[in-house]
């Protein structure tokens, strides 16, 4: 199924299982980021931060996992290493970059796994294999032995099955990381976004309870910060990958992304900032008087599995997500079960700093949807 890309196993602890983005350094093994380009160099000497802190908290590493290679799609498509295939929607993409990171937690390979997100790519996967994800806030998780090495718009961050899995994660890579709980009405701001009509009514009903109070607010700029997002996350890319082009190593979608992105001018990261800036205060206005905002993952369903392995891609499948990460806002996402069968999620916004209130407030949502697993086939990694 295309999963790991390595196995092995670090650390003892047999009772907490973890499998990590292959864009993460592990020393002794080659960090390829789902690349051919990138077999051949030389292997990591150390760990990354994140996997230092993961296995001084007592967790066993056992594998890297798959993803769209050097985390430049959404698809979760991979020439070079094959296509994880969506567990509980097979029919879908598993979503990228950090596709093998959503489908090992589906198939239950590990309690929990680590994956990166520019743009979505923890939070769309986690969306289209119907398990959690967390973006935390910009920096909170460091990312000393993650590629690309820079990056204004890159977070670390956990996928599990259920939210309670997901807070344990978040322990075992962020040492200040201390959950809290809520014994109060969850104050929540539902935002105002172009959806599928399906997908909007799923999220209201998502959030129809007595334990809500809820109240409304729109992001105005949310497109405009979706679109320097995404010509930040270009501009940076060609920084960090520009000398592969030549190559013939990589896959042809990764090729015409980055000639598209060598013609982007420098002069988008002055411009990305100003929205930024305008961006994030205006979610920082939004948030006043309340705990988080709410809205959907997903915009629409994920793409057929077929038309993704035929080469159609979706960019706009990170609309509500990628404006986040320009933001640096910690965002989650929580599956919601329907009757459509498809990938639903609903996608939660919190203060800067504020990751512990938002996974709390995701446990607390997501209760009636926590039952999908329980524990890791630890025999099976």
């Not at 051949?40 to 967790?59: P, R, Y």
């Not at 959404?74 to 296509?83: A, D, K, S």
């Not at 979503?95 to 743009?119: L, N, P, Q, R």
Request: aromatic letters at 6%.
């Amino acid at each position: 199924m295309c999963v790991f890309t390595k196995k092995f196993e670090i650390g003892t602890n047999t009772q907490l299982v973890a499998g990590i983005k292959d864009n993460i350094d592990v020393a002794g093994f080659v960090t390829e980021a789902g690349s051919k380009a990138l077999s051949q160099n030389a292997k990591a000497t150390k760990h990354a931060d994140v996997v230092e802190t993961m296995l001084s908290s007592g967790v066993k590493l056992v594998g890297k996992l798959n993803m769209h290679e050097l985390a430049y799609g959404m698809t979760g498509v991979n020439p070079h290493l094959g296509t994880p295939t969506n567990y509980f929607y097979p029919d879908y993409i598993p979503g990228g970059s950090s596709s093998g990171c959503a489908v090992a937690v589906a198939e239950m390979k590990v309690d929990f796994s680590i994956g990166t997100d520019t743009g979505g790519s923890i939070r769309v996967p986690a969306a289209c294999c119907g398990v959690f994800g967390f973006k935390p806030t910009f920096g909170r998780v460091s990312r000393k032995g993650v590629l690309p090495v820079e990056s204004t718009l890159d977070c670390v961050g956990p996928l599990a099955s259920t939210a309670d899995k997901l807070i344990t994660a978040m322990g075992c890579i962020d040492s200040t990381f201390a959950p809290v709980s809520i014994d109060r009405p969850i104050k929540l701001a539902r935002v105002e976004v172009a959806a599928d009509d399906q997908i909007n009514q799923l999220v209201n009903e998502a959030i129809d309870n007595e334990s809500v109070e809820l109240g409304h607010t729109a992001l105005p700029l949310i497109e405009d910060a979706f679109d320097a997002a995404l010509k930040l996350m270009n501009f940076e890319m060609w920084q960090a990958f520009g000398d592969l082009l030549n190559t013939a190593e990589l896959g042809s979608d990764i090729e015409m992304r980055l000639q598209g992105a060598s013609q982007i001018d420098p002069k988008i990261v002055f411009e990305a900032e100003t929205i930024r800036q305008n961006f994030s205060q205006q979610v920082d206005d939004a948030l006043i008087g309340v705990d988080a905002l709410v809205l959907p993952t997903l915009a629409s369903f994920p793409l057929k599995r077929v038309d993704a392995l035929a080469g159609k891609n979706d960019l706009m499948i990170s609309s509500l997500t990628r404006p986040f990460n320009l933001s640096g806002h910690p965002a989650i996402t929580i599956p919601l079960t329907n009757e459509l069968g498809k990938p639903v999620g609903m996608q939660l916004v919190g203060a800067k700093g504020n990751d512990e209130l938002l996974c709390e407030i995701a446990r607390k949502l997501s209760r009636p949807n926590n039952n999908n697993t329980e524990s890791v086939e630890k025999n099976d990694v």
